[in-house]
């Protein structure tokens, strides 16, 4: 869509070598849809730290998660491959949960791991927020942080090693806790910068996964009608306060990075693991079809901003490339120098050039699953309701079933919203597709038979 001037790949990594290697800073937010942000055209609070975070890079309006729920879309950032490759298929809960969705506990530790190339290469690692790839309700042998590579943490309850501040009870979260809901991100921010300045002398690769903002919603006392009523944590107006004090937080990031002098050689990315729920009528997934829970791209296409300043231009949109989740390990790991094992067999693509201004198709398919049965993933209800896998080849998406049943084809360059099923006019792609998918799925690996 648009037209970049600016020096090629090489020279752009030239410099970065001769300045440093960047710092790395992830910022994965817990169910934002693709409408909630001012930037993709939100339109419930305003959000001017993280538009001045697009404003000074560059905003993707095709990117899409690795699931459409949190579990498997983190396995999929970490790892850099497809999660149901690792035995991921929707957020992890109890043991039975988890056997009745075909999944395992955890995710072992043998699984490659973004965090632990980046020690590998030198970097300081810190995992700030929100894990949910094993740990809490009655998963209590989960391997901890560091069997990942990070060398510090402070997460939730769902995790191997949860942070006592904000886990007072046995529970996600609790009026217990010394640092509120309405705090948490705030913590996990100040837990970020800290680190960064403990570690000035060294890059940093940090995840900084806030749960904002999932439900529940619990603003500050203050924006609860000035005090006179509590909001109930599931109304847009308790939503409105969360994502309000969230953007706060985001600014203060961005704030303390230039207190420290980092901002400069710190690249930050700003996305969603998944889509939004609830949706308030479709306003939160910004016009498309579908939510969390969803293969519609409601569910899986998420706001994505990149921000490194003098390597990638400023206040651009690139509506034309498609990147994954998956693309993360190997696109980051290039732009950091860091190198990756031989032995390290990714489903990702380095797609380093379209950030660095060479915007491109994606010459590779992007697979999705969400459901193997109707024990564990009766979700959602309604229209926003799809078939349980998915396929994008270029303009192309596909939806089926895993019996071949319930087959949906859109255009998804000229049909974002999908409307308008081309199954029956175009047998051709839809044979070719169907069968790519159908291979894909048969290829990945079984727990049990549920």
């Excluded at 579990?71 to 298929?89: D, V």
């Excluded at 190198?339 to 797609?351: F, Q």
Aim: hydrophobic share 35%; with cysteine; net charge positive.
């Amino acid at each position: 869509m648009w037209i970049i001037l600016c020096v090629s790949v090489f020279p752009v990594l030239a410099q970065r070598r001769e300045a440093g290697r960047p710092n790395v800073i992830v910022i994965l937010t817990d169910d934002m849809g693709y409408g909630d942000v001012g930037a993709y055209g939100g339109r419930f609070v305003p959000t001017p730290n993280i538009d001045r975070l697009a404003a000074r890079g560059l905003k993707l309006t095709q990117y899409y998660s690795g699931a459409p729920i949190c579990s498997p879309s983190r396995a999929s950032i970490l790892t850099g491959m497809q999660p149901g490759k690792w035995n991921f298929t929707t957020f992890l809960d109890t043991q039975k949960h988890n056997k009745d969705a075909g999944q395992i506990d955890y995710l072992t530790p043998e699984a490659p791991s973004m965090a632990r190339f980046f020690k590998s290469s030198g970097y300081a690692t810190g995992h700030f927020g929100k894990w949910h790839m094993g740990g809490g309700r009655d998963v209590t042998n989960a391997p901890g942080f560091a069997q990942y590579g990070f060398d510090e943490h402070a997460s939730t309850y769902e995790s191997p090693e949860p942070d006592p501040a904000i886990t007072a009870t046995n529970w996600i979260w609790s009026d217990k806790d010394s640092i509120k809901r309405w705090d948490r991100t705030k913590y996990f921010v100040d837990k970020t910068l800290d680190f960064m300045k403990r570690h000035k002398g060294q890059p940093c690769f940090v995840n900084l996964w806030p749960d904002e903002v999932h439900t529940p919603w619990v603003p500050k006392p203050e924006t609860e009608n000035a005090g006179k009523s509590a909001l109930k944590p599931q109304e847009e107006a308790a939503f409105k306060g969360v994502l309000k004090e969230y953007d706060v937080q985001i600014g203060r990031l961005l704030d303390g990075l230039k207190e420290l002098g980092l901002a400069e050689n710190t690249i930050i990315i700003f996305t969603s693991d998944n889509g939004a729920l609830p949706t308030f009528g479709g306003a939160r997934s910004g016009g498309l079809r579908g939510s969390k829970l969803s293969l519609y791209e409601g569910g899986i296409r998420m706001p994505f901003i990149i921000s490194w300043p003098g390597h990638i231009q400023a206040n651009k949109t690139d509506d034309r490339s498609e990147l994954h989740a998956t693309d993360l390990l190997p696109t980051l790991s290039k732009l950091a120098g860091v190198k990756i094992p031989a032995t390290y067999h990714g489903d990702g693509i380095d797609r380093s050039g379209i950030l660095l201004g060479k915007p491109s198709l994606r010459k590779k398919e992007m697979y999705w699953e969400y459901g193997r049965n109707d024990i564990a993933y009766n979700y959602p209800k309604g229209t926003d309701r799809s078939p349980r896998l998915a396929v994008r080849s270029g303009e192309w998406k596909l939806l089926m079933d895993a019996d071949g049943s319930k087959v949906e084809l859109y255009n998804i360059v000229k049909d974002s919203a999908e409307t308008t099923n081309l199954q029956a006019s175009e047998a051709k792609i839809t044979k070719e597709l169907s069968g790519k998918l159908t291979a894909w799925w048969k290829s990945l690996p079984r727990l049990n038979a549920n």
